[in-house]
């Protein structure tokens, strides 16, 4: 039986993360660690509920006592960085009719389909929980109201017309394909993708740096506290700001996808 440690790229998160400290521990990194997920991977997946305490760890495909109620659509960190819940939309045919629920990340299980044992990546996320209680779940509702009106960032880096952007602009979504641009204020690729470590926590986010229409870009996996993400204080244009220069990153190790 394989053992599953799995971890997860989702959303960035709202804490104030400050630059690397000066022990010379380097903020890069230059391929996948095992048993990572990226967010784009994550998103989208089935979530199923079971009514009974699950029996193992890992089941050959997913068991027929099983119920298929839903897909991922996004996750809610806290302002460590680590996974509070999942955001799952269920019910409805064809997108029609859905409602989003919020399911505590503590009661969702990564159970290993032991039918690709081959394949370490390849699990089930499985809720012990009856149909009745998946009936009665609240609707989620983001609260921005409620929100702590500190701003999100990484890097202190401001540019005039930006300010840090909130929690609450921040999701894989908005992040993935952001425009970055350097230390000169110049533009040199966007963000791919979104890494995380043993313990949920986002890590690193991978650069697509130089090239043209998708052509000789260099991935680079930068740590997020080199990064500033900023939004635009009119509209919800978002921007990753880097303290370093185009040379700089091209001169970095490549980061293998």
């Known amino acids: 039986m394989k053992n599953l440690m799995i971890t997860t790229a989702l959303i960035v998160s709202g804490a104030s993360i400050a630059y690397a400290d000066a022990h010379g521990s380097s903020p ?28 193992s ?23 460590d960085g680590m996974v509070e819940a999942v955001l799952v939309d269920i019910g409805g045919f064809l ?30 996320l499985v809720v012990s929980a009856d149909r009745a209680m998946i009936q009665d779940a609240p609707e989620y509702s983001w609260d921005t109201a409620a929100m702590d009106e500190t701003k999100t960032t990484f890097a ?13 602009y921040i999701t894989t979504e908005t992040l ?8 000169n204020d110049e533009w040199i690729g ?4 979104l890494l995380v470590g043993d ?3 986002i890590e690193k986010a991978v650069v697509d740096v130089g090239g043209f229409l998708g052509l000789g870009e260099k991935p680079v996996a930068l740590d997020l506290t080199s990064l500033a993400v900023l939004r635009k204080n009119d509209g919800d244009d978002l921007r990753v700001h880097v303290d ?3 040379e700089q990153l091209e001169a970095m190790q490549t980061y293998e996808k």
């Open 156 to 168: 202190n880096i401001k540019r005039d017309g930006y300010e840090a952007a909130m929690a609450e």
């Open 57 to 79: 760890d890992s089941y050959d495909g997913a068991d027929t006592e099983w119920n298929d109620v839903g897909e991922i659509n996004d996750v809610i960190l806290n302002r």
């Open 95 to 124: 997108g029609i009719g859905e409602r989003q629920v919020a399911m505590n990340m503590k009661s969702v299980k990564f159970v290993s389909d032991s039918s690709t044992e081959d394949d370490a990546t390849d699990f089930f």
């Open 244 to 246: 370093m220069t185009k």
């Open 199 to 201: 313990d949920t926590q």
């Open 190 to 193: 966007e963000i791919s993708e």
């Open 28 to 55: 890069f990194r230059t391929e996948a660690a095992a048993m990572e997920v990226l967010a784009s991977d994550f998103i989208g997946m089935r979530v199923y509920t079971a009514e009974n305490e699950l029996a």
């Open 176 to 183: 993935t394909g952001a425009p970055v641009y350097d230390a």
